[in-house]
């Protein structure tokens, strides 16, 4: 058998990668083996639901069982095989794919959402070992291109042969596999050659089980959310909503106030025009104490461009708050709201206890619904 070799360089023109990715996917679709590089390292891709093909790569690959991580072409496509995705999987993949990490969950029920696959005899118990999926979108338009004309699941492990190196050009995959893979995309060197990391997520709790191009204070980053809540001064209405926002947190993510930072999530307030540490009104600190937050202890900070950078979300009480953390933010892709889009929370200094209770149900409501939205 001879291999066939595409070669597609990153000036080529759109169209030329699109006949490239035409190209490989129609091999995959006829069962072939298809050698096509990622950011990362070269790998073969397989249609998983073609028996001969999949006995083709365990027999290259010397693996006669255990699952192989599928490739995707985007995020919405992890709901196929998980459902739910958990919170932290999500922020990892909204912040490192398409890119070179690869992510292992539960499945949940021991099977698959999607009613299709599950209709294919045997899939399940191919792709993943003790109900745990391996998923990764590869950041390179060639096989993005590829993976999204293929409907089915497309396995891909790197193109190199048992005990031997990760290929990081066509050349050394041709190397070790002219002859054994059907068709090669020749995209030139990959862009990191090293492998992706490969990170074990389950619920809350993370592990990185193979260190690549991201190490571990990378995929820290990766995989936490620092939510903000802004004001004016910083004494009232921003840290009333941080104190719920951990009550609620805490509560739906099974663990205690002091434990959010460990299991991902940083909440803090702050002031358009806050002084440095003053303390809450003690209205505020009443009312929501009322509703289990203590925020006594709360110190005022000013928002500053270097703390929005910082966030993956603001919530702003007014529409003047927005504009301004909008205008500090200098284009930082921090998601900036209002906390309430249908009626601005004013502000209660100067009122009485009633006032304050009113202003903290206020709140109570819309944290509750921006955590359901944006958060978890």
Known sequence: MSTRVITIRATAKPSTVADAAAQGAEAILQGKLVGFATETVYGIAALATDAEAMRRLRTLKRRPAGPFSLHLPDTETVRRYVQPVPPRARWLMAKAWPGPVTVLLNTGERKFPDAKLRKV???????????????????????????????????????????????????????????????LIDSGPSRFGKDSSIVRIDGYRWKLLRKGVYDERMLNRCLRRKIGFVCTGNTCRSPMAAGLAKVHL??????????????????????????????????????????GADIARNKSRKLTTDLIKSSDMLFCMTARHLAEARRL???????????????????????????????AEHIDRAVRRRIAECVL
């Open 121 to 183: 005899r045997g899939l399940y118990d191919q792709l993943t070992a003790d109900g745990v999926i391996g998923l990764r979108c590869p950041d390179e338009p060639v096989a993005r291109t590829m993976l999204r004309l293929v409907e089915g699941p497309v396995v891909a492990p790197s193109a190199n042969l048992p005990g031997a190196a990760s290929p990081r050009n066509a050349d050394d995959v041709l190397h070790a596999l002219r002859g054994h893979i059907d068709l």
């Open 250 to 291: 805490a509560e739906a993510m099974g663990c205690a106030i002091n434990e959010l930072r460990s299991f991902g999530v940083e909440v803090f307030s702050a002031g358009i025009f806050a002084g440095t540490g003053g303390r809450p009104t003690p209205e505020a600190v009443r009312a929501i104490k009322a509703r």
């Open 329 to 359: 933010s200098e284009g930082a892709p921090t998601k900036i709201y209002l906390l309430d889009e249908r009626r601005e929370v004013l502000d209660p200094i100067g009122g009485d206890d009633d006032v304050y209770d009113r202003t």
